[in-house]
């Protein structure tokens, strides 16, 4: 490599011309959106097809890469294949590098239409914001890649010699079930000196964040029975077990009373933290008044360093349908974040010892539908760190905050296995306002254009360096 800090000659004209494709960015960002691609079985999957063509369109648009292809990889185990994925590729030039730039286009499902305060696949800007299911998680992301390429392509034309890979997947929503099958079916269209993951968020709409670390996640779902049928709650309750009083029970045995995880065998990592306020908090994650934080520690600790036991789902009578009945079994889905350090294998074998030997009653528990991933920790020794950090400087305007997320990417375990070589840059297009998963889901327009800002600087400046 002939040198760590290449000139930067191109910025100013790399950045005009930004500035000048954010509308149409804009406006195909919203024609994704308009497309309710999810990779459930249960969604119409007519509808993910629409969203991988109408990827794989804008990317053939650039006039960049050599192919632009729709897959599908088998899952491993099972007869099926995994939902379409977008893969386009360009070969390096003049012994520049190559970098693979990740997004996903599936999404979440949009849930209760009646807490959206517009349609959920209908794109709507207020206040600066642009809102609608998958607007930020990751539309934006592939918007994102688009964008900075268009950019760069313009003002570079012929001397644009870095290598471009770029993979779009269909199920990250889903669990990224053929991921490693398709990293595998493809190692050498995708292998790359370095790998955008762009599916991360900021420090603040302002400033933004090189994601460090990750956190891994278990999650599983656990049955509880203490009885063959129901009873009549009358005749029988106050000698009787049902299941949701065990179930009560049990589950409050995972939580200390400050409300961390009791769970022995689940690890912690010692890091530093930046300063993070409890009214910011407060503020991002819509805390009530009354409603107090919990754990231990520094507030960002607990998010990034620590474990965290969360129940997601709970089958039992509804409230309309409610009688004076013992239940004979609960079912609950448990989602554990794990701390980075700690594979989730670990993680989920102490959780179902600890359920085990803490069940009253004794009532019978099965476990089932195991999802577990692994933690990532970032080497930031690297070349390309450096360089990002300095895209994300120029592009924002504001030096970057190296982040912890509480959240998972488990995919990213795959990717280190097949390219042990490459470094990992983790990003995002999100600020802590996106509410990604939830109803009224935005994107900060700032933050989209310094994000397309940021990613053109860097393939700009990527492209001047020889290996």
Do not use: C
């Not at 005009?16 to 309710?36: E, F, M, N, W």
């Amino acid at each position: 490599m002939t040198s760590p800090v290449p000139p930067r000659d191109n910025d100013s004209t790399i950045l005009d011309a930004v500035a000048t494709g954010i509308p149409a960015a804009l406006s195909d960002l919203g024609h994704l959106v308009r497309i309710p691609g999810m990779a459930w079985p249960a969604f119409d999957q007519s509808q993910l097809e629409r969203s991988a063509d109408a990827v794989a369109a804008l990317a053939t648009a650039t006039g960049v890469f050599d192919e632009v292809r729709v897959l599908r990889a088998a899952i491993p185990g099972t007869d099926e294949h995994g939902q379409p994925a977008v893969l386009a590729t360009r070969a390096a030039r003049g012994g520049k590098p190559t970098i693979l730039l990740y997004a996903h286009h599936d999404v979440q499902p949009p849930g209760d239409d009646a807490l959206w305060e517009t349609p959920p696949f209908e794109p709507t800007v207020r206040d600066g914001r642009l809102y609608g299911r998958g607007a930020a998680d990751d539309k934006a992301g592939i918007m994102a890649h688009i964008a900075s390429i268009r950019a760069v392509a313009e003002v570079l034309g012929d001397d644009l010699e870095l290598g471009i890979a770029m993979f779009i997947e269909g199920e990250e929503e889903y669990g990224s079930r053929s991921f490693a099958q398709f990293l595998s079916d493809n190692k050498e269209a995708l292998r790359a000196d370095a790998i955008v993951v762009a599916d991360s968020g900021n420090w603040d709409s302002v400033t933004p964040g090189l994601t460090v670390s990750l956190r891994g996640n278990a999650r599983f779902t656990m049955r509880v029975r203490t009885l063959d049928h129901a009873s009549h709650s009358g005749m029988f309750g106050g000698a009787v077990p049902d299941a949701m009083m065990a179930t009560v029970r049990l589950l409050a045995t995972l939580w200390n009373e400050d409300g961390s995880v009791a769970v022995a065998g689940m690890t912690s990592r010692d890091a530093d933290t930046p300063e993070y306020t409890e009214a910011t908090l407060r503020d991002e994650a819509g805390l009530l008044p009354g409603t107090s934080p919990i754990g231990e520690g520094t507030i960002l600790s607990r998010i990034w360093n620590k474990p965290s036991v969360t129940v997601i789902g709970i089958d039992a009578t509804s409230v309309a349908a409610a009688s004076n009945t013992l239940l004979p079994e609960v079912t609950v889905v448990i989602s554990a974040r794990v701390a980075p350090g700690q594979t989730g294998e670990e993680a989920y074998r102490a959780l179902e010892e600890h359920l085990r030997a803490h069940a009253p009653y004794g009532a019978e528990l099965t476990f089932s539908d195991v999802d577990l991933g692994n933690g990532f920790l970032v080497d930031t020794s690297g070349w390309a760190v450096s360089l990002t950090r300095d895209a994300m400087r120029d592009g924002y305007g504001v030096p970057p905050v190296d982040l912890g997320v509480g959240g998972s990417i488990p995919f990213i375990a795959d990717l280190v296995r097949e390219f042990p070589a490459a470094q990992i840059l983790v990003t995002g297009v999100e600020d802590p306002h996106s509410r990604a998963h939830s109803p009224n889901e935005s994107l900060h327009l700032d933050t989209f254009r310094h994000a397309v800002a940021t990613e053109a600087l860097m393939l700009s400046r990527m492209n001047e360096i020889t290996l």
